[in-house]
């Protein structure tokens, strides 16, 4: 069974201050989506990572992926309060009884003034 | 382009009562796959459908049903409703469910079973 873990689930952080979330996966798979999601919303798609070394970035944000180490990191650059909300990375597992995505328990991310 | 459509986006269902949730896909898009999201358990798969046919099923019991129809829409089938069933329930929607672009998800649909 892919096991995806996250960490830190929970995550204070003062404006201005930069931080990393991990995303750590047991079994091999090649690409790997973080997700958004606000309060009550659904789930946003922030990037697509779809190769060993892969990194991409919007805005903050900048994700990567090594999937020889089946860890994908999210890197937030100087946070501010619109970052507030849960990240959720999620491992492709196509085919498996999981479901085609498998995902992480979520990180919630606080990002006060 | 129009994103992925689910209806209703609340309801509010009676212990032992059935419910049907409608997930309309981004056009051109052939697979839905849906999910439920609770506090405790996270996001957990229930089920896949790609050109009407079931590709892939999660650990779900029985009461939980669901088809696709020709033009992609998707239903999902809950009966004999129970506390637990209470969710927020998310269809995503991808071209082929082997997805280099991606999952995109909709609103959601949140139930409640009292």
């Known amino acids: 069974e892919l096991k995806v873990e996250q960490n830190p689930l929970f995550l204070s952080m003062q404006e201005g201050k930069n931080y990393t979330i991990y995303c750590n996966y047991s079994?091999?798979?090649?690409?790997l989506y973080w997700y958004r999601q606000d309060p009550g919303k659904s789930l946003e798609s922030l990037f697509v990572l779809l190769s060993n070394g892969a990194v991409k970035q919007e805005g903050r944000l900048m994700a990567s992926l090594d999937t020889k180490a089946r860890l994908s990191t999210l890197h937030i650059t100087a946070a501010v309060h619109d970052l507030s909300a849960t990240y959720f990375c999620?491992?492709?597992?196509?085919?498996?009884?999981?479901?085609?995505?498998?995902f992480g328990k979520g990180t919630k991310l606080s990002v006060k003034p | 382009k129009a994103g992925v459509t689910q209806t209703p986006r609340y309801l509010i269902k009676t212990r032992g009562q059935q419910v049907t949730l409608s997930c309309s896909p981004i056009s051109g898009h052939r697979s839905v796959s849906w999910y439920q999201q609770t506090p405790g358990q996270g996001l957990q798969f229930l089920f896949e459908y790609f050109s009407e046919t079931q590709r892939n099923k999660g650990n779900f019991p029985g009461r939980f049903s669901g088809r696709q129809f020709s033009n992609s829409r998707s239903e999902m089938n809950v009966s004999t409703l129970e506390l637990g069933d209470s969710a927020l329930y998310l269809c995503?929607?991808?071209?082929?469910?082997?997805?280099?672009?991606?999952?995109?998800f909709g609103s959601g649909t949140r139930l409640t079973v009292v």
């Open positions: 999620a491992v492709s597992n196509y085919g498996g009884s999981q479901g085609n995505l498998i």
């Open positions: 079994t091999t798979s090649d690409r």
């Open positions: 995503a929607s991808s071209s082929d469910g082997w997805a280099g672009g991606g999952y995109t």
